[in-house]
């Protein structure tokens, strides 16, 4: 199985289960004081960084930090980016994660920010989630090691669509560091491992 047919499955596999995921959120929970809201209606935490939104420029400041980077989509109101920001990212293990393994640019869904993408292609934020077929927020977007030749959507080495909960989201963050999407083991097998190791099977 190529690279390319790993990663298609992969945004299938859990594109289908984002509604899942996101109802499991939607239930009461363990809510956490969460990040400021910026003017633009989205949650500001302490390890997002601000940049231009050139992803080359991002990319490659990314590696030079020794970190994998991801491009997370949200929009103003988004209850399941809510529930993400109170009750997932503030969580200690996540939250160690993504200020120290990961470099996290933001996008709005419906944003006029300009975003240059890896092909020099430059577009407001809106349509360049159109262009990468971006239409759920959360969305997560786990860019490749090195600046591609093409643009960013076929590019990610993993998207996932959709608000999860502490275990999925903390096991898509190591199989992503761990570079899981360059074996055999689909992201849904190696997070079934995780659970039965987790409870002593």
Same mark, same amino acid.
């Given at each position: 199985?190529?690279?390319?047919?790993?990663?298609?499955?992969?945004?299938?596999?859990?594109?289908?289960?984002? %509604?899942?995921? %996101?109802?499991?959120?939607?239930?009461?929970?363990?809510?956490?004081?969460?990040?400021?809201?910026?003017?633009?209606?989205?949650?500001?935490?302490?390890?997002?960084?601000?940049?231009?939104?050139?992803?080359?420029?991002?990319?490659?400041?990314?590696?030079?930090?020794?970190?994998?980077?991801? #491009?997370?989509?949200?929009?103003?109101?988004?209850?399941?980016?809510?529930?993400?920001?109170? &009750?997932?990212?503030?969580?200690?293990?996540?939250?160690?994660?993504?200020?120290?393994?990961?470099?996290?640019?933001?996008?709005?869904?419906?944003?006029? &920010?300009?975003?240059?993408?890896?092909?020099?292609?430059?577009?407001?934020?809106?349509?360049? %989630?159109?262009?990468?077929? #971006?239409?759920?927020?959360?969305?997560?977007?786990?860019?490749?090691?090195?600046?591609?030749?093409?643009?960013?959507?076929?590019?990610?080495?993993?998207?996932?669509?959709?608000?999860?909960?502490?275990?999925?989201?903390?096991?898509?963050?190591?199989? #992503?560091?761990?570079?899981?999407?360059?074996?055999?083991?689909?992201?849904?097998?190696?997070? %079934?491992?995780?659970?039965?190791?987790?409870?002593?099977?």
């Amino acid at each position: 199985m190529t690279q390319i047919d790993r990663r298609r499955l992969l945004g299938s596999g859990l594109a289908l289960g984002a %509604a899942a995921g %996101a109802l499991a959120l939607a239930a009461p929970g363990r809510a956490r004081a969460a990040a400021p809201m910026g003017e633009d209606g989205l949650h500001k935490p302490s390890w997002l960084k601000i940049t231009f939104k050139d992803m080359t420029e991002d990319l490659e400041t990314a590696a030079a930090e020794g970190k994998r980077m991801l #491009v997370l989509w949200e929009q103003r109101g988004c209850i399941y980016c809510r529930k993400m920001h109170e &009750e997932v990212f503030p969580e200690p293990e996540i939250a160690a994660a993504l200020s120290e393994k990961f470099y996290v640019v933001q996008m709005n869904l419906f944003g006029d &920010e300009e975003v240059t993408d890896f092909d020099g292609e430059a577009l407001p934020e809106k349509d360049m %989630a159109k262009k990468w077929g #971006v239409f759920f927020t959360p969305t997560m977007m786990f860019m490749p090691d090195s600046v591609p030749e093409g643009p960013a959507g076929p590019a990610a080495v993993a998207t996932m669509p959709g608000a999860f909960g502490k275990g999925t989201t903390q096991d898509l963050l190591t199989w #992503v560091l761990e570079k899981g999407y360059e074996t055999d083991e689909h992201f849904q097998k190696y997070h %079934a491992r995780k659970i039965n190791e987790r409870r002593g099977g």
